[in-house]
């Protein structure tokens, strides 16, 4: 049985977020609480070594709150905000057991869009599969997720500890492509299911 839902969603024209102009090519980016330098690199469509480089970052897992990053941004249009407009679409979706709500969030124009679940949306289709692969819930998976990266799938943190899940370097995961990942985190679940049990 599917579900068909009615939402309206905003299709944004998205650009540089938390900037200035400071030339013709570069932005000042001030840096906020939650920022990681990959995170502020993939919204502002540049590389964390970019990123690095340009303003003399000796260590790319430092950065403080209230840091001002200079952003180049290679003559590229730069939009300081987004431009919605409300278009009221209907979507039919899959029954999943205990996902309510889908969450359609403004697609960045100038990085290209590889739409890989029903719903676009990266968190709920990684939880989706851990759920029927391993039995616990989707809201469990979520807060996992959610807890460990942000939902964000390229961050590493200080330790090498990467993606979704936090994956240590010791599981040798070799596939960080977002089903590579919910494979290797179904391998160390069934190895160990409390692998994640300080946020069950």
Not at 61 to 66: E, R
Request: without cysteine; aromatic residues 8%.
């Amino acid at each position: 049985m599917k579900k068909t839902l009615l939402t309206t969603f905003g299709i944004a024209t998205m650009g540089l977020f938390g900037g200035t102009i400071t030339s013709a090519d570069t932005v000042d980016y001030t840096v906020k609480s939650g920022d990681t330098l990959s995170h502020i690199a993939l919204e502002n469509g540049t590389t964390i070594d970019r990123l690095a480089s340009d303003n003399n970052l000796k260590n790319i897992d430092l950065i403080f709150v209230g840091d001002i990053l200079k952003i180049n941004t290679d003559s590229e249009p730069v939009v300081t905000q987004p431009v919605y407009q409300e278009d009221e679409v209907q979507v039919d979706l899959p029954d999943y057991q205990t996902q309510s709500e889908v969450i359609v969030e403004p697609v960045q124009e100038s990085q290209p869009v590889q739409q890989i679940t029903p719903t676009g949306d990266v968190v709920s289709y990684v939880a989706q599969q851990m759920a029927a692969r391993t039995g616990v819930s989707y809201d469990q998976w979520h807060k996992v997720i959610m807890r460990e990266s942000g939902g964000n799938p390229e961050i590493v943190n200080s330790s090498g500890h990467r993606g979704l899940f936090q994956i240590s370097p010791i599981h040798n995961n070799t596939d960080w492509s977002i089903d590579g990942q919910i494979n290797k985190a179904v391998e160390i679940y069934q190895g160990n299911p409390n692998a994640w049990v300080e946020t069950w």
